[in-house]
């Protein structure tokens, strides 16, 4: 890929992050205002200077697949900014250190946010990243095959706890229209790659793929999520889930 047409693709993706960052913040306060959650974070937001290298290293590599995850947890992409962030993985697959990363407006007591120093390894993303790194070696040679997005860029927590809640447990029209705008820029993200696949990373992830690209000639594949609650994922030590995940990998 010539270095004019991947910086142009980096700066569509900056673009379309930046107006989902935008719209999906207007829509988490009022999901906290309908009491549909007690708190929203938005990453993209207090962690915009993260991303947006994220977005600099992975936009322009060529990949022709997206791997769409379904929002930013706790550990992950709620501390750091990037869609499955594990803190070794960043730092040392990705090579990003030293952004710093500031407050959501409204943060949940028992969920701080620290940054890219986060001293809990996410294991969704040590076994996402981790896999990559294996199949193709350098993050240059990742985002030649594959880049990463997460459907929905909100973190939503839920009682005294902050109980990570996903998007397809919340309901009413602010719900629906979340879900919506979240579509509309996986189809920009599609379109700022020319990508040809979409995979989806668990069921939820899989659905909103082949809802958003109905009628397109994209094709949509699916694999099981990394998350250390999910059977599957964990079956014969991981090594059941790294298959599963390959036999869909580019």
Partial sequence: MSNSSGNM?????????????DDTDEMGKLLVEEGSVDYVYNPLKYAWGVHQRYIQISGDGGAKTVMLGMNPGPHGMGQMGIPFAATSM??????????????????HPRRPVIGLEYPREEVSG???WGLLSETYGSSDRIFEKVFL?????????????????????ISGNTARRLLRRCDEHLLEVVDALNADCVIGIGKFAEKRAIKALNGSDVLVKGCWHPSPASPLANRNG?????????????
């Fill in 9 to 21: 693709s980096v700066e569509r993706l900056l673009e379309s992050a930046s107006r989902l960052r």
């Fill in 90 to 107: 960043v730092r040392n697959v990705l090579g990003i250190s030293g952004i710093p990363v500031e407050q959501p407006s409204s943060p």
């Fill in 126 to 128: 040590t076994r996402i």
């Fill in 149 to 169: 997005v997460n459907h929905c860029p909100l973190m939503l927590l839920d009682g005294e706890r902050g109980t990570n809640v996903t998007p397809d447990k």
């Fill in 238 to 250: 991981g090594a059941d889930w790294r298959e599963n995940v390959r036999a869909v990998l580019p």
